[in-house]
């Protein structure tokens, strides 16, 4: 550990997360995939990323081993300093999936990871939550009873719940309309407002990333590296039809190689 | 309206069973008792004493079986279903005794036992086993990776997470083979009675041929055993409607 610290430069202070050279190769069948390729990554603390590549580009990858549900090939992944290696309740990852518990009620969610608290902290927490993501009414309800959108403000409300620094959201909308979509962009970014969480959110959706990121890095198809990270320097609420807003998302269009015609 | 759609089935078993008697009072050879008959039997079965006796003594043999059994097999079957290697060391095991009817085990039943409770039980415990370990180890390893994952990640250790996420995620299947399983377990007693012990619902089917060909009794016994089944099967379904496990039954 000492020896650590003196070999590494200290990175600036807000420094959040750090990606050096990260590779990841898959092995299957004796053969071996390369997935990632040299990802180099800095994330300042309270800033909200979008990873945003292709499907299947291997960004849901780079955001599992952030996580610590993976650990990369190469290279090395570090959150506060401090080398990832296991998943931590101070980072929670919001699933692609519906990762809500079925088995739980809205409330048995929201208080999953609260088990440590006392009984009285715990339903403080829990309505606290609740009221935030809009699910008065339906403390005692079941998942499969729920929308698709309330589901996943369930889940976001489940992360939020333990108070993470960081949070990891995989597509979280990919399998919502269009419509519960925007709002579901304009409730987290509500949300991430008021709490400041630092935000790695990985989206296919250029649109998307425009319009919520601080910066957008934009990876290749697979093995996935980074070609280019887009700041974009237009402050919340975003005017999705200015001129900035669409310059923005047109660099990115032609980064990737996408005509913008149908 | 409801009322109606209720009453239905009933109409159509008091109409089957009109039909039934009219067809078994007609016959010139006696093929079939009529369910007034039936009636009869069963009506001799109560004043005998019989009828909760025997009850009593096959259900005795199904519970003890069907729980040892459900003991054994569900902590086996999930934990050789979480490590897959386990799972590829039993399953060729699996496979060759699951052919098997547990009728076939009847010889050695009563040579290990005796004729008595204990073969029975043992026979039961033998066609319960199987299904339950299967169950339990296509359960443990259809538990999606997402929850266990979401689990780790609020910090879980071992043991709350096999009791807070990998138990509740596996036990709308494990119910689903639970009542499946007592429904064989109900097959094999009658079967089990038959050849085994001197009690019982399978036994009083044989006995009353052997004893006087009262065909009465047989097919009253009959009635009996599909009734009971018939309540089994509804109290294990009754289980598939807790609000907590009825996730794992609806497509959405």
């Known amino acids: 550990m000492a020896l650590l610290k003196e070999s590494v430069v200290a990175p600036a202070p807000k420094t959040k997360l750090s ?11 004796g053969k071996s995939t390369p997935v990632l390729e040299n990802i ?24 599992n081993a952030m996580a610590g549900f993976l650990s990369p090939t190469s290279g090395r992944i570090q959150v506060d300093n401090e080398a990832v290696n296991g998943p931590d309740p101070r980072r929670i990852f919001v699933f692609q999936e519906r990762g809500v518990f079925p088995w739980l009620t809205v409330e048995g969610n929201i208080g999953f990871g609260l088990f440590k608290l006392s009984r009285a902290e715990r ?44 949070l990891f959201l995989d597509e979280p909308f990919g399998a919502l309309d269009s419509i519960t979509r925007l709002v579901m962009r304009g409730e987290l970014l509500r ?19 425009v319009q919520l990121a601080d910066r957008v890095v934009v990876m290749s198809a697979r093995p996935a590296t980074i070609q280019q990270i887009v700041n974009i320097d237009i402050p919340h609420p975003r005017d999705i039809s200015s001129t900035r807003y669409l310059e923005l998302r047109d660099g990115i269009f032609k980064q990737i190689g996408l005509a913008h015609k149908i | 309206m409801n009322l109606r759609v209720r009453l239905r089935p009933l109409v159509f078993i008091a109409a089957l069973l009109v039909i039934w008697e009219i067809a078994a009072r007609r016959q010139s050879v006696h093929l079939l008792p009529g369910p007034w008959g039936v009636v009869g039997g069963i009506a001799d079965l109560v004043r005998h004493g019989l009828l909760l006796k025997y009850v009593v003594a096959s259900l005795f043999r199904v519970t003890w079986g069907f729980l040892l059994a459900a003991l054994l097999a569900i902590p086996l079957g999930l934990t050789i279903g979480w490590y897959r290697r386990a799972e590829m060391a039993f399953n060729p095991i699996v ?10 085990w009847i010889p050695i039943a009563i040579l290990w036992f005796g004729v008595g409770d204990l073969a029975a039980i043992f026979l039961i415990f033998l066609g319960s086993f199987l299904p339950l ?23 879980l250790g071992p043991a709350r997470l096999v009791y807070q996420v990998f138990y509740p995620a596996v036990v709308p299947q494990l119910i689903v083979g639970l009542r499946i399983t007592l429904g064989v377990a109900w097959l094999v007693v009658v079967a089990a009675e038959m050849i ?37 099967d509804m109290g294990m379904r009754s289980l598939e409607r807790v609000k907590s496990f009825r996730w794992g039954y609806s497509e959405d």
């Open chain 1, 191 to 209: 949300i991430w407002e008021a709490e400041r969480k630092t935000i790695i959110f990985v989206t296919h959706d250029i649109d998307e990333a």
């Open chain 2, 133 to 155: 370990l299967l169950t339990a180890m296509s359960a443990a390893r259809s538990v999606p990776a997402v929850y266990v994952n979401a689990g780790r990640n609020f910090g």
């Open chain 1, 19 to 29: 990606v050096e050279k990260v590779g990841m190769t898959f092995k299957r069948d």
């Open chain 1, 40 to 63: 180099n990554l800095e994330v300042a603390d309270g800033e909200f990323v979008c990873l945003l590549g292709p499907s299947g580009c291997g960004k849901t990858t780079l955001l």
């Open chain 2, 196 to 232: 085994a012990v001197n009690s019982g619902l399978g036994f009083l089917i044989v006995d009353a041929r052997n004893a006087g060909n009262r065909y009465d009794l047989v097919v009253a016994g009959m009635v009996i055993i599909g009734v009971i089944g018939l309540l089994l």
């Open chain 2, 95 to 104: 496979q060759i005794l699951r052919p098997i009817s547990p009728l076939a």
């Open chain 1, 123 to 166: 339903q403080q927490r829990i309505d606290h939550y609740i009221k935030m993501v809009g699910l008065q009414g339906f403390e005692k309800a079941y998942p499969p009873e729920l929308s698709g959108g309330m589901k996943q403000r369930l889940e976001v409300a489940r992360a939020l719940a333990v108070n993470p620094d960081m």
